[in-house]
């Protein structure tokens, strides 16, 4: 079956700019994770969303929010982009239960200028 | 103290060899472990995941994990050069499965 989608792979943003990430999870996982990758700081949590909700959130700034739609794609935002934003946005999949083996897509390549 | 500790490595084995890769938690009450490979420029695929006290078998990989000690690591038997990449930890906890808590990773070199 297919994998994680995300789009679009390559941004390329100014700051001040605000972007939105889309990310398709794998059918029937309900819950989808969203990460910041970065060299110095490694894959950071910033929140899960499950039936539409966000059921956990990371330590990051209100400038990043999500949401989930009834299909259970999710985007994410990211307003007022700053230098520092700039990052691989990975999205992950999971049923959301118990079963909570989580599966990764592409990434987003964000850069900002 | 993060909640989760690698060696960020490299760690370098011959090929054919056993690479060895640990990693140590801080919450006792983490139920779920995962192991993660991470080609550079690519995301993490997920290897094996285990639960209970242990070793757990999947092909030439191996899990164990140990819960009095906190800590879980992966046994890769007869390296190959295409196992070279940077392997990540991650947790769940018992009383919130769906928070995974990833540590940095170890770089893994297998030299042919």
């Known amino acids: 079956k297919a994998g994680v989608t995300q789009t679009p792979r390559y941004l390329i943003k100014t700051r001040g700019q605000q972007v939105t990430l889309s990310c398709s999870p794998i059918s029937g996982h309900r819950s989808v994770s969203w990460y ?49 934003d700039s990052a691989l946005y990975l999205c992950a999949s999971s049923f959301g239960d118990s079963y909570n083996e989580q599966f990764f897509g592409p990434g987003t390549r964000l850069t900002v200028l | 103290q993060k909640e989760v500790e690698q060696n960020s490595g490299p760690l370098s084995v011959p090929e054919g060899a056993i690479a060895s890769l640990n990693c140590t938690y801080s919450d006792r009450g983490s139920q779920s472990f995962f192991w993660y490979r991470q080609y550079s420029g690519k995301s993490p695929e997920l290897i094996m995941f285990i639960y209970s006290n242990g070793d757990k078998e999947d092909g030439r990989f191996t899990a164990q994990l140990n819960k009095a000690s906190q800590y879980v690591s992966l046994l890769i038997r007869d390296s190959q050069p295409s196992d070279s990449a940077t392997y990540l930890c991650a947790v769940t906890r018992i009383y919130n499965f769906n928070k995974f808590y990833f540590g940095s990773g170890t770089k893994l070199n297998v030299k042919p």
Do not use: A, C, I
């Open chain 1, 36 to 84: 910041q990758q970065t060299p110095g700081q490694g894959l950071q949590f910033l929140f899960e969303y499950f039936s539409e909700t966000q059921r956990n959130k990371g330590n990051f700034p209100g400038r990043f929010s999500g949401r989930q739609f009834s299909n259970s794609r999710s985007e994410m935002n990211v307003s007022t982009l700053e230098l520092g």
